[in-house]
């Protein structure tokens, strides 16, 4: 029936009310009686025609914004944390403790790894140099004592 009127929508799609908030695309301004009224209907004809499914627009939209996905970091960004000049050993665990959470899994040898290697030196890298761990918990421990060295 709709389909004998030319209208691009479905009979289900036509029954269905508009939302209370619905705005129409800033791209096809309401109708005001200046322009030719075929000219109007042919702009939202097409309009409605851009995206023949959904699956289509959710295709086209993911190509187009795919630079702005986020990805998962791997164990290797973790690396890439250095503790600052002038930064405190506590805002470098901090930043680091931060950092872990956007990693989804990583053995902990690696976490030791990149932690002690992000340090600038210092008492908490010798003592880590010195006396190496395998497991990450027990490197807050150790921290611990250094950073309240550091906070007196």
């Given at each position: 029936?709709?389909?004998?009127?030319?209208?691009?929508?479905?009979?289900?799609?036509?029954?269905?009310?508009?939302?209370?908030?619905?705005?129409?695309?800033?791209?096809?301004?309401?109708?005001?009686?200046?322009i030719?009224?075929?000219?109007?209907?042919?702009?939202?004809?097409?309009?409605?025609?851009?995206?023949?499914?959904?699956?289509?627009?959710?295709?086209?939209?993911?190509?187009?914004?795919?630079?702005?996905?986020?990805?998962?970091?791997s164990?290797?960004?973790?690396?890439?944390?250095?503790?600052?000049?002038k930064?405190?050993?506590?805002?470098?665990?901090?930043?680091?403790?931060?950092?872990?959470?956007?990693?989804?899994?990583?053995?902990?040898?690696?976490?030791?790894?990149?932690?002690?290697?992000?340090?600038?030196?210092?008492?908490?890298?010798?003592?880590?140099?010195?006396?190496?761990?395998?497991?990450?918990?027990?490197?807050?421990?150790?921290?611990?004592?250094?950073?309240?060295?550091?906070?007196?």
């Amino acid at each position: 029936m709709l389909a004998e009127r030319n209208i691009p929508f479905s009979e289900y799609i036509m029954a269905e009310e508009l939302l209370v908030h619905f705005r129409a695309p800033s791209h096809l301004p309401a109708y005001n009686g200046t322009i030719d009224p075929a000219e109007h209907i042919r702009k939202f004809k097409n309009a409605a025609l851009l995206h023949r499914s959904f699956a289509e627009f959710r295709c086209l939209f993911q190509h187009q914004f795919a630079s702005s996905k986020k990805y998962r970091k791997s164990a290797i960004s973790l690396f890439g944390i250095k503790q600052e000049e002038k930064e405190t050993l506590r805002t470098y665990a901090q930043h680091f403790n931060i950092a872990i959470l956007e990693v989804p899994t990583v053995h902990q040898q690696v976490l030791v790894s990149a932690f002690t290697q992000g340090l600038r030196g210092g008492p908490l890298f010798e003592s880590l140099a010195k006396k190496p761990t395998t497991d990450f918990l027990d490197v807050p421990v150790r921290a611990e004592k250094h950073m309240n060295l550091e906070d007196a």
